[in-house]
């Protein structure tokens, strides 16, 4: 037998996954069940858990999959206010995506800001804030050195950057300059020629001929750790 918050909390999530197919964030569980933090959430889920009626997806931060509901010859109610709301069976297809608070992105080493240094690739990943991401796919890169400071990327930050091979004038982008150097920059043309400007004024604009210079992604969004 479930309590009263866990069926409402079980409901809740079925009736986002059926909407968005997204799982809603601890933060849109707490407003909808009107608790003050989020610790009752986790309670919740744990215990619906236990149960069997719900699973946390273990490749993806905070996505959740609703299982089962209870048994449908006696459908639960939920009590809010003066409302009550039925609690509706899952779609047979549903299949859960993960929840729009957090997600991991891959981790491809680092990147210069400041004079371009051989790119190389990692297989680690990064937990992202959804809400620094754009669409498309995206991957981070760990600055390295401080010809961007006056844009407010610091050596240390970690890049975020949308996949993409093309850019307009004056986007911040990780540009490939002869098939082995990256480096973050802002885009430029004159003429036949690629300007990558550096945001600080102690460092000159680098210029290359067009075709040796790719572009891998415009930067999305920043991420700082403070130690």
Not at 129 to 146: N, R
Not at 164 to 172: H, V
Request: glycine letters at 8%; hydrophobic letters at 40%; charged letters at 25%.
């Amino acid at each position: 037998m479930l309590t009263a918050k866990q069926h409402e909390l079980l409901h809740f999530i079925q009736q986002k996954l059926d909407s968005s197919g997204i799982s809603p964030s601890f933060e849109e569980m707490k407003e909808a069940l009107g608790l003050k933090s989020k610790s009752g959430i986790h309670r919740l889920i744990s215990a619906l858990e236990e149960r069997g009626f719900l699973r946390r997806l273990p490749n993806r931060a905070r996505a959740l999959e609703v299982l089962k509901v209870p048994d449908a010859a006696k459908p639960a109610v939920l009590e809010r206010s003066d409302n009550i709301v039925p609690l509706r069976k899952p779609t047979p297809a549903l299949k859960p995506i993960a929840a729009n608070d957090i997600i991991e992105v891959p981790l491809h080493g680092k990147i210069a800001a400041g004079v371009p240094i051989e790119a190389f690739e990692d297989h680690n990943n990064l937990a992202v804030p959804a809400a620094l991401l754009g669409s498309g796919e995206h991957y981070a890169l760990e600055v390295s050195g401080d010809s961007m400071v006056e844009a407010g990327i610091f050596d240390g930050d970690y890049a975020l950057i949308q996949k993409a091979s093309t850019a307009r004038e004056g986007d911040i982008v990780v540009a490939l300059v002869d098939g082995q150097d990256a480096t973050l920059k802002y885009f430029r043309r004159e003429g036949q020629m690629i300007r990558l400007d550096p945001a600080n004024s102690a460092y000159e604009p680098q210029r290359y001929p067009a075709e040796r210079v790719i572009v891998q992604g415009r930067l999305s969004g920043l991420l700082r750790r403070y130690h």
